[in-house]
């Protein structure tokens, strides 16, 4: 649910206070940025775009906006693409853009999610060419306008087709005129004639209406035009062809695609498709279409009776609308889920399809498709996970693009569709991945997915936890808690070791223990379990402050095991003594909902991280206040995850999913880690195999110092393993780690001054 404008600016304010004195965060993107690499069996994409348009003389430049994702623009005719200044609106999802025809530098964009058909914050303006964005709604208010047509005449006058009728201003904006106040509009098109003052404009009921004087009056066409057997006509679009203009073609989604046809400039029409037994807006000839949501119309600028419709796949009329041919199926080729369908003005062989997937471009009209998306970071993520062990590797899921993970740099698809379940990675295999709706797992790049025996039924309200202390261990629930010593088997046995029946929150093995797990269960009940790797735990519990609700969440700090911080909501409360009491430190934090909570295992000022659907807080022993630690994180797109990657105490990061803008990430804070500035990468080690039971192999850095030592810690930062760096001409070096216990470890090379420049992690089982 949207926050209303003034809670947002009060926010904005409140974040804006903590920023001075402090040293920003760096949130970098981690993407997708380019193009997945489809390692599925269906096509994959990137992130839905809901409008794309084309720059008034300029043939390089287009423009393309996501809804969650902001408005993009490409300098070199869709082979890369570029955000704008929309990144820094505060969750404001984009409907339409409008390029003023005189001075590019002019554009708005209408606010509002046209697919999901929710209201935003009425029409932004920018005089910069994107970089920055200021209301330009007076009158409108939150009103969503699906489309922005100029007037050619007077660059000042522009016509706003909204979910609320239709609205006009003479002043670029600064003020709005309602000229027509009824009326759910789904799309709308100038007549393609030199000159012209004719506009058109369809509604989701499904009324088409005329103007003749550029929107100062209009009138609803009803000759020849009508919903067949009466009701809602589940969406309409419209498409001209500047090779007649007097052609005007309206399709509306009611019985599986009902196509009208008009000669003399859209005042009669004639319907010239309507076969409820052939669906052109359906995953196929029989129907099973989703609406409004999915739907496009455009025709041939040269040809008039070269028509295209648009919803799950493309169908194509060369006879006005009369007959159909499909061009696509769903599951290939081109991306489902369609908006929009344009020819280019500058190139009429380039035809492109605006999905959830992202562009695509035909050269052979519509036979074939190719994504023009590089670029385009506006994915849209349910959920996310960080892999423990592998930096590299994080899983995502998306909206209509399926699961997507990273590895070595690189992003691949390997399921379609819409993919919102929870998911986990393990210690106990550097690619497993836990889904929780299914309660099944997979080696991320290379396994099919399998049960692994939890004796009750999944969903998106289970919960798991796993220890780098011991990587065999495993922890699932959702109203008790089962416990598992041989997680890596291929079905580990489950056993229940609670008796709550209550809801659980949110569940994680101690940092300094493995025999210590901490639980919140609702309504507002914390629990410490004591020997749990005894398979008889000991319970304590204590009462919370505030309820748990919609979620709580919980961790320990590790090299202090009396201290305990909890979230309930959106507040904040900490422990000193192992649970027994609670003290309120939610302190100056926004009123929302927190969605996760991390501690540094390596500081020593208990540096703890909050993240909101809004952005991420920063707090230590030596703060009386939350710091914000969002900066350049975009503000555009909803945080969904939050996630944090113990890496030693100078390369550990903290990343972030968000609703339309992909992964994000930082380094931790400066006083976390103990520098004065934020640190340089470090070199990644090559350790195999990994997981290992008797030696590992490390491939050494080429360029070191000879002076440097290896040192091996364990998951609570002791050291355990050192040994001199062997001389510049050895190319690696083996280690016998059979005397370790089973676990995760931190290998680090260190200069003669002691500095890490290189490390690496590997499991020991």
């Known amino acids: 649910m949207k926050l209303k404008s003034s809670i947002i600016i009060a926010i904005c304010i409140l974040t804006s206070g903590y920023l001075q ?28 775009v809901c409008q794309m348009k084309f ?84 009158n409108m208010g939150s009103s969503m306008a699906i489309d922005l047509i100029m007037d050619p005449n007077d660059h000042n006058i522009i016509v706003a087709f909204t979910n609320a009728g239709i609205w006009k201003t003479y002043d670029g904006a600064n003020t709005w005129v309602v000229k027509r106040s009824t009326g759910q509009f789904t799309d709308a098109a100038s007549k393609p004639s030199p000159g012209s003052r004719t506009l058109y404009g369809v509604t989701y009921g499904g009324e088409f209406t005329k103007s003749e004087d550029f929107g100062e009056t209009w009138s609803t066409i009803t000759n020849g035009i009508a919903v067949p057997g009466g009701g809602q006509a589940g969406g309409m679009r419209l498409a001209t062809s500047a090779a007649d203009t007097n052609l005007v073609y309206a399709g509306m989604i009611k019985d599986e695609g009902t196509i009208f046809k008009s000669n003399d400039g859209g005042n009669t029409f004639t319907t010239v498709y309507h076969n409820p037994s052939q669906s052109l807006v359906g995953y196929d000839v029989n129907g099973n279409g989703q609406g409004n949501y999915n739907f496009g119309m455009g025709a041939d600028p040269n040809n008039p009776n070269i028509v295209y419709v648009v919803a799950h796949v493309v169908w194509k009329s060369i006879d006005g609308g009369v007959t159909w041919t499909q061009l696509t ?129 999944s969903s998106n309200s289970t919960r798991m936890a796993f220890t780098p202390l011991d990587a065999e261990l495993g922890l699932m629930g959702n109203s008790d808690v089962y416990l598992t010593f041989d997680l890596s088997s291929p079905v580990p046995f489950w056993a229940q070791v609670s008796s709550f029946n209550a809801t659980i929150r949110s569940m994680i093995v101690a940092p300094h223990s493995a025999d210590v797990a901490y639980v919140l269960t609702s309504p507002n009940i914390f629990r410490k379990a004591t020997d749990i790797t005894s398979g008889v735990p000991t319970w304590t519990s204590s009462t919370l402050p505030s309820t748990l609700n919609p979620s709580g969440y919980v961790c320990g700090i590790s090299n202090d095991s009396n ?126 195999p990994n997981p290992a039971h008797e030696s590992i192999s490390v491939i050494l850095p080429v360029l070191r110092d000879e002076k440097s030592t290896i040192q091996i810690t364990n998951s609570v930062g002791q050291l355990v393993f050192e040994m001199k760096c062997p001389s510049s001409a050895q190319e690696k070096v083996n280690i016998d780690i059979q005397q370790l216990p089973v676990g995760v470890y931190l290998l680090q090379l260190k200069n003669a001054q002691q500095r890490i420049y290189a490390n690496g992690k590997f499991v020991k089982n």
């Open 21 to 48: 004195g402090q040293t920003a965060a760096n949130w970098q993107p981690v993407g997708p940025i380019q193009f997945p690499v489809n390692v599925s069996g269906q096509i994959n994409g990137i992130g839905r």
């Open 55 to 138: 720059h008034p003389t300029n043939p390089q430049k287009i423009y393309a906006v996501s809804a969650s994702g902001g408005l993009w623009i490409s300098d070199n005719a869709t082979n890369s693409w570029q955000i704008t200044g929309t990144d820094q609106l505060s969750r404001t999802a984009c409907a339409s853009i409008c390029i003023d025809h005189t001075n590019d530098s002019i554009l708005y964009i209408g606010t509002g999610d046209p697919n999901y058909y929710s209201t935003d914050l009425g029409v932004y303006k920018s005089i910069d060419a994107g970089a920055t964005w200021s209301p330009a709604n007076t």
């Open 329 to 457: 199926i769903w599951s290939q080729v081109l991306h489902t889920d369609m908006h929009q369908v344009v020819v280019s003005p500058y190139n009429t062989n380039e035809l492109y399809n605006i999905n959830d997937g992202g562009i695509w471009r035909s050269l052979n009209g519509g036979v074939n498709w190719n994504p023009r998306s590089n670029g385009l970071g506006a994915t849209e993520i349910y959920h996310a996970a960080l892999n423990p062990l592998r930096k590299d590797m994080v899983s995502i899921g998306t909206q209509d693009n399926g699961e997507l993970y990273i590895s070595n740099g690189q992003w691949k698809t390997n399921r379609g569709g819409d993919w919102g379940s929870r998911m986990t990675f393990d210690y106990s295999n550097s690619n497993m991945v836990y889904y929780h709706e299914n309660g099944k797992r997979r080696n991320v790049i290379v396994g099919n997915e399998v049960s692994f025996g939890i004796p009750f039924t």
């Open 563 to 688: 201290i305990i911080y909890v979230t309930a909501g959106s507040k904040v409360y900490r422990s000193s003594d192992q649970g027994s009491t609670w003290s309120n430190v939610t302190l100056n934090l926004p009123n929302i909902n927190i969605i996760n909570i991390f501690s540094d295992p390596y500081a020593s000022d208990e540096s703890v991280y909050v993240c909101n659907s809004y952005g991420i807080w920063y707090k230590n022993n030596s703060l009386s206040n939350w710091i914000s630690y969002s900066q350049g994180l975009p503000s555009v797109a909803s945080i969904t995850d939050f996630m944090f990657y113990d890496d030693g105490p100078f390369s550990s990061v903290l990343r972030v999913s968000t609703y339309g803008r992909g992964v994000w990430e930082s380094p931790l804070h400066p006083v976390s880690t103990g520098l004065n500035s934020l640190s340089t990468p470090l070199l990644s080690l090559e350790i195999s």
